[in-house]
Structure formats: structure tokens, C-alpha cells
């Protein structure tokens, strides 16, 4: 079984900044890509970024110059570090990854709890 734990949610004021992690453990050889979701009040998640286990990046176009992406494989932890914050990226924020299980030996999605993201003066 694989978790991911995410911390580092609150409150803060617009143009402030926070940083979020998530740590992954359990049994597994590897993970491969790393994703931060997020969702505020409409049904859909939204891809917030992407990180692969080299330099890849990607993110939405609603965080470019805003939001980076780092990972640190030793730690199997993702961060987020999100400058410059508006009202709208009030939401929960999810981790997700894609892992290769050891037993059985699979690649599998996983989702963490989520973390809550309030952006209001």
C-alpha cells in the first residue's frame, strides 16, 4: 500500500505565498510522475502541474510565473511553492502520483487527502 500525506495548507492574503509537500510512503521500487490537483467550488479537479522524476515540468496556464514544482526523490516528496496568490486559487489541493508497487509489482495512481488553500484578506 502507498500513501501520500499532503501539509502546509491555510489561510493567507492575496499576493502572499505558501508552500505545500507531499510525502509518499509505503512499498514501492519507484514513482514516477508527480501532480498537484486542485478543486475550489465547481465538480472538476484541475491539473495544477506536473513533475517528472528528470527536469520535466508543466503547469495551467492560471499558475505559470506563479506556482513551481520541485521534487526531491531521496525524500519521495513533492512540493508546491505558490507566489503571488489570488482569491480564485482558494481550493483543496490534491497530490497524486503515478508508483511502481513492489507487491504486486504494478504501476498504480494514488491520490492523497488533500490540503485546504484560502486566499482572502
Known amino acids: 500500500q502507498v500513501q501520500l500525506v499532503e501539509s502546509g495548507g491555510g489561510l493567507v492574503q492575496p499576493g502572499g505565498s505558501l508552500r505545500l509537500s507531499c510525502e509518499a510512503s509505503g512499498n514501492f521500487f519507484r514513482i514516477n510522475n508527480m501532480n498537484w490537483y486542485r478543486q475550489g467550488s465547481g465538480p472538476e479537479r484541475e491539473l495544477v502541474g506536473t513533475i517528472g522524476r528528470g527536469t520535466y515540468t508543466n503547469y495551467a496556464d492560471s499558475v505559470k510565473g506563479r506556482f513551481t514544482i520541485s521534487r526531491d526523490n531521496a525524500k519521495n516528496t513533492v512540493y508546491l511553492q505558490m507566489n503571488s496568490l489570488k482569491p480564485e486559487d482558494t481550493a483543496v489541493y490534491y497530490c497524486?502520483?503515478?508508483?511502481?508497487?513492489?507487491?504486486?509489482?504494478?504501476?498504480?495512481?494514488?491520490w492523497g487527502q488533500g490540503t485546504q488553500v484560502t486566499v482572502s484578506s
Open positions: 497524486n502520483a503515478d508508483v511502481l508497487t513492489t507487491y504486486p509489482q504494478r504501476l498504480a495512481n494514488y
